[in-house]
Each structure stands twice: as C-alpha cells, then as structure tokens.
C-alpha cells in the first residue's frame, strides 16, 4: 500500500504544480499564441519543421527522457524512498521544469537558436565560446553514457547474425533495428503522403506490436565492440538527415513505449497493493551518508533526470524550439514533459523497491535491469511467462529511449561544434572560410564528437556517470543563470531563478570538488586507470569553465541591478 500511496501522492502533487506554477511562470514571461515561432518563419526542411505537438511533445518527452529517470533515482534509492521522492516532486516542480519551460522560450524568442547564442546577448561572445565548449564536454559524456547503456542491452555474446529462442538482449536488438525501420516509414507516410496524425499513429503502434513479437521470436547477435561501432554510425547519420525522416517520428512512436511502460507500472502497483504479489522494501530514510556518498550532494547529483538536467536545456533549445508551432504549447512540451519525467523517476523508485535486497545485494547488472524486474514481479513470479515477457518489454522501452536521447544528443552536438568557430557574421558553415569552414562543417564536427563519446563509452557505466551527473546538474545550474540573466535584459520577471541557480551550482561545485580531490589522491596509486585520468581531467576542466561562467553571470547581473538604480 506505500507504493500505492507514493504514486498517487507524486501525480497530485505534480498536476498541480504543472496548473498553478506552470500557469503563473507563462503568465509572467508572456506567452503569445499570435506571435510566429521560428518554425513558422525559418522553415528549411531540415531543423527548422513545424510539428504538431502530440509530435514534437513525443519528440521533446523521449530525448529527454533517455534512461536518466530509470538510473538515477534507482541509484539513489539507497538514501531511502522518501528524500528521493521529495526532491522528484520538488526538484522537478520549482528547478527542473522552470529550467526546461524558460530554456524553449528563450530560445523560441532567439530564432530558435542555441543557449549559447542567447548567453552571448547577455553575457558577450567569450561567455559564449566558454558555455559552447562546457557543454560539448557535458554532450561527450551523453553519449558515452548512453553508447555505454545501449550497447550493454544489445550485447549478449561474440558472434554475428540472427537468433531463434532469442534471450532478452538479443530481443531487444532485433526490435530497436526494427523500430528504425518502422521510424523512417512513419516520417515518409506522414511528412510526403501527408497521412493524417491519427491513423498513422494508430498503424505505427500497431507497427510496434508486431515488431515486438517478430523480435521476441527472433533477435538479433553482435559482439559489444561491433554493437559500439554500428550505433556511432547510426547516430552519425540520424543526426545529419532532415528531422522528418528519422528523429521526429523516431521520439514520437518511442514515446507510445514510454507512456504505455508507465502505464503498465502503474497498473502493477495497484495490483501489488491488494494482492501482496510484491512488497516495496525501501526503508523511508536510511542516513546522512550511504554508498555513493553523503546526502548532500549526492543525491541532487545521482537522481538527475528525474528532478532536473542540463541536458533538456539543450534539447529545448536545440531542436524542440525549431519544431515548436506555437508557443501556447510551450507550456505543455517544456514544464509539462518535465514533470511526467519526474512521475517516471518515482515509478522507477518504486520499481527498484519491490526488489530493493536484491537490487543493494548486487543480483542485478544495472538499474535498468532492476527496474525491469520491480515492475515485472508485481504482475508474476520470476521465471514465469508472464514475468519474462514484461521484463523484456521495459528492457526495450529503456534501450529505446536511451537510442532516443542518443540521436538527439548527437544533433545538438553538431549544432554547436558548428557554432564554436563561426563568426558574428557567418550565419552557416558555408560562410566560413579557411580551417574555420572545415571544423564547422556538419560531419567533422559530428564525426569528431561521436568518436570521442564512443571511445569512452568503452569504459564502464561506473566510471561514466558519477561525472555525467555532476556535469550534467551544473549545465543546469548555468542553464538557469543563462535564462534568468535574459529574462532580466528584457524587463521580465526572473526573481524565481535565483534560488534554484545557485543551489544547483552550489551542490555540483561541490561534488566536481569531491570527485576532483578523491581521483586526486587515487593517481598517486598504483591502482589508478586511465579512466581516473581522464574522470580528473575533465572534472577540472569543467569546474573551471564554470567558474568563469559564474563570474560572468554575477557580472551581468551586477549591471542589469545598476541600469534599474
């Protein structure tokens, strides 16, 4: 009955911050349903399409999502169910909603263009190289994590080739290659046949089902080096052709597996709670200090997605700003797709805690593993039918979304390769000259920054993440500074930033500082890696570019306070 009860708490709860602040945040920056977004004004074919928001909502809410609101609040359930929860609610109501929301307006009312473009008319042109290259580190290790993630849940042996009596990962290999597949056909229909929306969503999810069951009857074998290597070359060139063919009806479809898994949980915690078919363990709170470090800042670190991510700033302001139709559904696809993600880390909470003596005595593999089997024992026993099926259903809906985040991760990337070294006056590549025109070329910059994230995606998830978290939560912190000093610029109301800003900065300062002095000390080792080297390096390097960030922030405030004396 306490899962039953969390879960109901956290969606109350959550509607109404989505009615009331959501509401009130719209009202005071001044959402215009009459004005033209930069879809409407600066439609190319390419980055620029006006989608319909069932669409771009599917799209915004799948990249998003990726596997960060599974890991992170499994992870750190170990603090216990109630601080996790909490800072879900909160975190995902007052930081990560308010970040993702004014990020797309932001960038909606900056033609669309990147958080760095909107920095540089606040902050200047160097605050504006210095964001790029901070968050280009912080996109490395996107899809490193992710490349890392994906590739664990196809590899299942050495060999190449189909499968009868396919296990779980080989399963859900053949149905992701499916769903590519199917993708591209959805985005033809739609965009050159001009389908309506309605009937082709309703083939494609039938086009899901019947995938789901060619891919449980056959999967699909590749080894874990050659898994790395093919999915480089998929995002390489999913992030190189026009949105409509691949990552728009891509993220829409996923995002059907996504609501139909949390619809799925739901239903399995209802259950659980009358018939005892699974008991949540999690004790309320265990203690100040746990496994993966003491509670602040770890846990505003490790739960991540589930509250709030720097990365959605970058998808907001990326690709669902040039594919927003109206800015009345800003609301809907930038606060409210933040909060559904919030219900989803509570759902993996949940999950994790029907099988948590299992999950904290290491039985399980990964999070996702854990999630999986949590919501697949409230339904039947281990080994059943039943339970083999679910689980290997919310393996693929996980694989899905991290591929999802993945595609786009690696679009962002080459938007803001490209923007490193342009000029003020050179609106493309093609106006640049010399080597400039080379490194802001679209592949160079993508082909450079998937083999650095595929490279280390080699590395174990355990030396990736710790670092992506702490990255990740400070691209958010930046990500408010960035929004709260435009909204200052231009005379709207940004006092809500403030709090939110410098506690986001203030805990992952703090955790790079831990990470920093802990790898530190490990190098003089003759334990030390070179993924200790390469944790060390890029904590420093980020810490700083932060820093100055900052520096540079409080700078501008500092003027926009006196311009109002």
């Not at 915004?60 to 596997?67: Q, V």
Request: charged share 10%.
């Amino acid at each position: 009955m306490t899962a039953l009860l969390i879960i109901i708490a956290a969606i109350v709860l959550l509607v109404i911050g989505y009615i009331t602040y959501g509401s009130w945040l719209a009202k005071q920056w001044g959402i215009d349903p009459t004005r033209k977004t930069p879809a409407i004004e600066k439609e190319d074919g390419v980055d620029y399409v006006a989608a319909k928001p069932a669409v771009l909502m599917g799209h915004h809410f799948s990249s998003i999502a990726g596997a960060g609101p599974i890991n992170g609040p499994i992870q750190a359930s170990v603090f216990g169910w109630l601080p996790v929860f909490l800072w879900c609610v909160i975190g995902g109501i007052f930081f990560g909603g308010l970040q993702d929301f004014g990020s797309l307006f932001a960038s909606v009312r900056h033609d669309g263009k990147s958080l760095g473009e909107i920095i540089k008319d606040t902050m200047g042109e160097r605050a504006k190289k210095l964001f790029i290259i901070f968050a280009l580190l912080v996109l490395i290790l996107v899809i490193a994590s992710f490349v890392n993630v994906v590739a664990g849940t196809f590899f299942s042996e050495e060999g190449f080739g189909f499968a009868a009596n396919p296990t779980g990962n080989q399963s859900t290999a053949m149905i992701s290659l499916l769903f590519i597949v199917l993708a591209i056909i959805y985005g033809y229909v739609t965009n050159k046949l001009n389908v309506a929306t309605v009937p082709a969503s309703i083939a494609g999810v039938i086009g899901i089902i019947l995938i789901t069951v060619i891919g449980l009857k056959c999967g699909f074998v590749m080894g874990r080096t050659a898994w790395i290597v093919f999915i480089g070359i998929y995002i390489t060139v999913a992030s190189l052709v026009p949105v409509w063919i691949l990552l728009q009806p891509r993220d829409y479809l996923s995002s059907f597996l996504l609501y139909a898994m949390m619809a799925l949980a739901v239903i399995g915690i209802i259950i659980s709670a009358f018939t005892k078919q699974a008991t949540f363990t999690i004790p309320a709170f265990t203690g100040m200090s746990t496994s993966i470090g003491p509670l602040f800042p770890a846990l505003f670190i490790t739960v991540a997605c589930g509250a709030c991510s720097g990365f959605h700033s970058l998808i907001s302001t990326g690709t669902s700003s040039k594919q927003l139709a109206n800015e009345k559904d800003a609301k809907a696809i930038g606060y409210g797709s933040m909060l559904i993600e919030s219900a989803l880390g509570i759902v993996s909470l949940i999950a994790v805690g029907m099988v948590f003596e299992k999950y904290t005595g290491g039985e399980f593999g990964s999070p996702s593993a854990a999630f999986g089997a949590g919501i697949a024992s409230m339904f039947n026993n281990e080994g059943t039918g039943a339970y083999n099926t679910i689980y290997a259903l919310l393996t693929l809906a996980v694989s899905v979304f991290a591929l999802t985040s993945l595609d786009t991760g690696t679009r962002l990337s080459r938007f803001m390769f490209s923007e490193l070294f342009l000029k003020k006056e050179e609106a493309t590549w093609k106006d640049a000259t010399g080597i400039r025109k080379l490194l802001a070329h679209p592949l160079f910059g993508t082909a450079f920054m998937v083999i650095i994230g595929c490279v280390l995606g080699g590395l174990k998830l355990s030396a990736i993440w710790g670092l992506f978290g702490a990255a990740n939560q400070l691209l958010a912190g930046i990500a408010l500074l960035a929004v709260c000093a435009w909204l200052g610029e231009v005379g709207k109301n940004n006092k809500m930033f403030f709090i939110p800003m410098v506690f986001m900065l203030c805990a992952t300062l703090t955790s790079l500082v831990m990470t920093i002095i802990k790898k530190c000390k490990l190098i003089t080792t003759p334990d030390a890696v070179w993924g200790d080297w390469f944790q060390l390096i890029f904590a420093l390097a980020m810490a700083i570019l932060a820093v100055i960030l900052v520096i540079e922030g409080v700078q501008t405030f500092k003027k926009q306070a006196e311009k109002k004396a």
